[in-house]
Structure formats: structure tokens, C-alpha cells
């Protein structure tokens, strides 16, 4: 979840990592914390044995960046940290990094030492100081243990052995680094949660994720689990945690550092809500065959095989699973069904060889997701995944990917990514009609026409913000309100809801819109708005026979509904209109309003849209 940062080379460490920070705090706002070695030889003699330059502050980075204002920071050596809290509350001393007790060993972490309280009840029995409620101080102490029984046994102190030493007493996931004021290295290693290494020309960099290292370097190292890296300024070095030496490959990045800025949009997320066109170019470019019917997948598994699909995922991952599930058993005649990531390697699934498991996730980092590929795996089912970020652990183990080339999506809560996830699935959900025979010539010829469309049917759907901007001032004042939604639409009202109640704070919940009369009509009053998605579909005149049951009993309606749909304005007080397309492809861009919708509400209580109180862009502990 947390954000690293770690840097060795001839820049002032400080300035680098604060800058990675700024670019990683989505993922972690909790706490902030950095500290910095000096490198320079004339100066480390004459430094106190409290070596290390340390600030740490509870709060968002304005926080560490106004308590550094106060004093210099000097060297070109450091690393730097966001935290989202596990174990611990939000405060300086629970935040990173934490101190050996001679000030000399510090250490950032991302992840959760699960055996963490056995671990500390050890090191406390040994003499060991414990200051903060953290389960990361007692990597400190582990590694300073090392640390100290190598000099006292008469050997040069190892700093990467020590480390590698100390893993060996832990349980759970971890991406760490460790510093050393003796030493002009960075020790990293990683078991479970993400660490990139950046290459530069006497200098090298660390980040959790690629965004940090983009200024800098866009040669890249993905370290994968069980991996612990030596960072100097002339070179790094990869082992295990046996010390035997492990090659990996250079990657080169083809995000750049403007495609991860704001752009001179107000958010990130109204950044990236318009991005979706260009997403959707993207997901799509190369994979529509010229034939006008087919799509063309560069995928190694045969869709002949496949007898069942599950799709797991977790948030608006999984609510896109679930518009990727109607459409492969509509199109492709596949069962299909989607399980939360967290519930499915604890539920003993029933999958085997002739299962197609797919998972969802934008980062490619999840925790829950990743466990559920490698349970899929286990059981013997082929996996697929459907991702953004190139390099991600669930890219390293899944059999097959389909990357929807959405770029760096920095604000938390998920838009583009979740327009590129609709897209994809449409694509594997053609791609399997066709080569299983249950999609004529002509309905493929119609999907891949309304496939090439999306783009620009996106775009006019995005120049229509001022009506959406006008029902937001119309319902801020709400502190409930209900989705509905149908079909293939019914997700969308899913993760309509989880916008809203994502970054706004007001209470939002879906249902079928069916389901209403069995439950949800009894909220219904004047001051709770009901947003339908009243999209052309087989079920429209059903949907407009539960609006009105929902006006009879004073209910606000704000429809999502096409263009040219003329009743639906006679049944709804609010009608955010969209362009017209087929009904299986209508979720990417009946999204849309319902993005805009929430941003919009949440601007006007003026909410944190970038950075939402307790969540984080990338949740890679349990």
C-alpha cells in the first residue's frame, strides 16, 4: 500500500525522494517520513554518532515538506516513505522510517510482518527498545542483530547480509529498504508487495511504483519475490535471499513523466475521467480486424478449451468483471461468474484444467487478487489477466495478459482503468463468440462497428459536464441515494455508487432495479436521489415501470439515458444524457455521467477527490 522512495548517487537525496513521494502519496497519505546519508567523505567524519539525517511527520506530505523547511538536508544518499496505516495509528512515531537505537540503521516497509508479535516479544526479551506500535520496527532490530553479531564475530559487517539474515525470521509481505550510515548503499528486498529499481549514470533509484522514476530514468528493474538488491551509485547487484546472485532484465517504461501530471486539470481523476477516449483507442488499437468481424488477441490459450469462466477481482475491478461476465455468456454462451478476490482463496473454488480463470486489477499489485491468480493456479485452472501496469507481479504469473494501456492512473479512485477493463473484456467476449460459433456474422460486424465508435461516443458523453455539473449542485445536499440499474448495466450502477460514496462520503448503495420494490422503496422519499441508468436495452420499458413506481412515492430520479430517448425525461426530474450504442457495449459509456456525477458532488463539499480519507490506489496487504 505505502509509497518508497530510495535513491544513491551525486543529487541531494532529499530533493529526489520528496519529488517521488509527491508522485507516489496515492498511495499512502497517513504519514510521511525521509531520511539521508551523506556520501561525502569530508563530512562524514566530522558527523555525531546519530549519523543519519531523520524527519518524519504524521499527516500528507505538506506536513514532512514544512517540518524540512526548517533545517538542511544534506547527501546523496536516503529514502523516504507515505504511509497508509495497518498497525499502528497515523502519527510521527508510528511513521517511516524507523531508527535503530543508535540512530545509525533505518528502515522503510511496505507490507505486514505477520508473525510480528512473536518476533517482538523475542526481541524485547533480548534488551531490544520498542518505540512505536508498528509491526515494521521489528525489521530494524532483526537486522541490527545481524548487523551487530557479524562485527562481533570479527568480520566486516555485510549490510545486504544482515538483511538477508533478518528475512529469514519473517512471515508475511514485505517491500523493503534499508540504510546504513557506514555504508553507501541501499539494501531493498521484496516478497509480495512491488519495488522497481531506476537505472541512471552514477546514480540508481528505487520506487514502489514506476511514476516515482519517471523524471529520472525510464530504464527500469522489477524485482520480484524473494529478491534482495544492492543499490550503489555505479551499480546494483540482485540476489536471493540465499545470496546466490540472480540475473533480471532491464525494461524500459513507455509512460513518460508528463503523461503522470495533471495536465492543467484541477485532479488527477477529472485528469484521467477525460483520458478515456485515448484509453479506449488504446484497449482497442490492432485488436479490430479489418475483416469488420473478428477480433484479433495475441493470447497463447484456446478459447475451444474453455468450459467455464471466473472472473475475480476486487472494487470497480470487480464490477467491470462483472459486465465482462454477462457478455461472455451472451456472446460467447460461456458460464460465467464473478467471485470477490478476498472471499475466493478462502472458499475452496471449483476450478480445474477446463476453467478459465481471469483476473481483473488496474496495478497488477493487488494482494487479494494476486493470491486468488495463484490459488486459481494451484487448483489448475489456465489464468488470464486482465491489467495495466506491464512488469506487475500478477503479469509475472498469470499464463496470459491483456494489457488495456490506460498509462499511470494516479487518482484513487478508479475511472480510466475501469473504461479500458469494459473494453477489453468486449474484446475477449467477441474473441470467444467467434471462434466458439455462437456470434453471426452479423451481430460481430455490429460489436466491432460500436467497438470503433466508443472512442468518440466517450467524448461527446464528456462535453455534456456542465448538465452533470448542475444536478451535482441539485442533490450535494443528499445524504443517501440509491442506484439502479439492469443487465449488463447493473454493475454499472454498482460502481456508479462506489464512486460516489468513494470520494464524496455520501452513503450510496445499488441494486437491480428490479429488486427496488423488494426492499430499497421503502427509503424513498423526496430527498433521496435515485439514479437510474436507463440506457437503451430489452428491459428499458420495465425500467421506466420502477422509475415511476419510485415518482409515485416522491422520489428525485437522475436518469442516465441516450440521446434521442424521449421518455425517459417524461418519467425523471434529471436526465444526464449519453450517445447511443449497442446495449452490450452501453456500460463504457453510461459510466461516464456517474463518474462526472460523483467528482462533481464531491468537489462542491469540497472533498480530497485525489487522495479519499482511509483508502489507497494500490492495496497490497490483506
Not at 537525496?13 to 497519505?29: H, K, N, P, Q, T
Not at 467524448?459 to 455534456?464: E, F, V
Not at 454493475?491 to 441494486?511: D, N
Request: net charge negative; proline share 4%.
Amino acid at each position: 500500500m505505502c509509497g518508497i522512495v530510495g535513491y544513491v548517487g551525486g543529487r541531494e537525496a532529499a530533493g529526489v525522494i520528496l519529488d517521488g513521494l509527491s508522485r507516489l502519496e496515492y498511495r499512502g497519505y497517513d504519514s510521511a517520513g525521509l531520511v539521508v546519508s551523506d556520501l561525502d567523505p569530508s563530512r562524514r567524519a566530522a558527523r555525531s554518532a546519530h549519523a543519519l539525517q531523520v524527519v518524519k511527520r504524521a499527516g500528507k506530505l505538506a506536513a514532512l515538506r514544512a517540518a524540512m523547511a526548517e533545517t538542511t538536508f544534506v547527501g546523496g544518499l536516503g529514502l523516504g516513505h507515505t504511509r497508509w496505516a495497518t498497525h499502528g495509528r497515523p502519527n510521527d512515531v508510528n511513521a517511516h522510517p524507523h531508527l535503530s537505537e543508535d540512530g545509525r540503521l533505518a528502515v522503510i516497509h511496505n507490507g505486514i510482518i505477520e508473525n510480528y508479535v512473536e518476533l517482538r516479544e523475542r526481541l524485547a526479551a533480548a534488551g531490544h527498545t520498542f518505540l512505536s506500535e508498528t509491526d515494521t520496527e521489528v525489521l530494524v532490530h532483526l537486522v541490527e542483530e545481524s548487523y551487530a553479531a557479524q562485527a562481533a564475530a570479527g568480520a566486516e559487517p555485510d549490510l545486504a547480509r544482515a538483511v538477508r539474515e533478518a528475512l529469514g525470521h519473517v512471515d508475511g509481505a514485505y517491500a523493503l529498504v534499508v540504510a546504513h550510515a557506514d555504508h553507501e548503499v541501499l539494501v531493498a528486498a521484496r516478497h509480495t508487495s512491488p519495488l522497481v529499481i531506476g537505472l541512471g549514470q552514477g546514480e540508481n533509484y528505487l520506487a514502489s511504483d514506476v511514476p516515482a522514476l519517471l523524471p529520472y530514468t525510464r530504464e527500469v528493474i522489477y524485482l520480484l519475490d524473494g529478491d534482495v538488491a544492492e543499490l550503489r551509485r555505479d551499480r546494483v547487484r540482485v540476489t536471493g535471499l540465499d545470496g546466490a546472485q540472480r540475473a533480471r532484465p532491464v525494461d524500459t517504461v513507455e509512460w513518460d513523466a508528463e503523461a503522470a501530471e495533471k495536465g492543467g486539470y484541477e485532479h488527477y481523476m477529472l485528469k484521467e475521467i477525460y483520458e478515456q477516449p485515448t484509453v479506449l483507442q488504446n484497449t482497442l488499437g490492432g485488436r479490430l480486424a479489418r475483416s469488420g468481424t473478428d477480433v484479433e488477441l495475441d493470447l497463447g490459450l484456446d478459447p475451444r478449451s474453455v468450459e467455464r469462466v471466473v472472473i475475480t477481482a476486487a472494487g470497480t475491478a470487480a464490477y467491470a468483471g462483472e459486465v465482462g461476465a454477462a457478455l461472455l455468456t451472451r456472446l460467447a454462451r460461456l458460464p460465467a461468474h464473478v467471485e470477490v478476490a478476498s472471499e475466493f482463496r478462502y472458499g475452496e473454488p471449483v476450478v480445474d484444467e477446463r476453467t478459465l480463470c481471469v483476473v481483473v486489477s488496474q496495478s497488477g499489485e493487488t494482494i487479494d487478487t494476486l493470491e486468488a491468480l495463484r490459488e486459481a493456479k494451484r487448483r489448475g485452472a489456465r489464468t488470464l489477466a486482465v491489467l495495466n501496469v506491464k512488469g506487475s507481479s500478477i503479469s509475472r504469473e498469470a499464463d496470459d495478459v491483456l494489457y488495456i494501456h490506460a498509462g499511470p492512473e494516479i487518482g484513487v479512485a478508479s475511472t480510466k482503468a475501469y473504461t479500458g477493463m469494459l473494453a477489453a473484456f468486449a474484446l475477449l467476449a467477441v474473441w470467444f463468440g467467434r471462434a466458439r460459433g455462437t456470434l453471426a456474422d452479423d451481430e460481430a460486424a455490429a460489436l466491432v462497428h460500436g467497438l470503433r465508435e466508443l472512442p468518440n461516443q466517450v467524448a461527446s458523453a464528456l462535453k455534456r459536464r456542465d448538465e452533470v455539473a448542475a444536478v451535482a449542485e441539485a442533490i450535494k445536499g443528499a445524504r443517501s441515494a440509491l442506484y439502479l440499474g439492469r443487465g449488463v448495466n447493473l454493475p454499472t450502477a454498482l460502481e456508479g455508487a462506489l464512486k460516489l460514496k468513494e470520494i464524496s462520503y455520501v452513503h450510496a448503495e445499488a441494486y437491480p432495479t428490479g429488486e427496488m420494490k423488494h426492499g430499497p422503496i421503502a427509503l424513498i422519499d423526496a430527498a433521496m436521489p435515485v439514479v437510474v441508468v436507463a440506457t437503451a436495452s430489452t428491459l428499458l420499458d420495465k425500467t421506466l415501470s420502477n422509475v415511476q413506481e419510485v415518482r409515485a412515492r416522491d422520489g428525485l430520479v437522475v436518469a442516465v439515458a441516450d440521446e434521442d430517448d424521449a421518455r425517459v425525461a417524461a418519467v425523471a426530474q434529471h436526465v444526464l444524457r449519453v450517445p447511443r450504442t449497442l446495449e452490450a457495449l452501453s456500460p463504457i459509456v453510461a459510466v461516464v455521467p456517474l463518474q462526472l456525477l460523483a467528482y462533481e458532488v464531491a468537489n462542491r463539499l469540497g472533498r480530497d477527490v485525489d487522495q479519499p480519507r482511509n483508502l489507497a490506489k494500490s492495496v497490497t496487504v490483506e
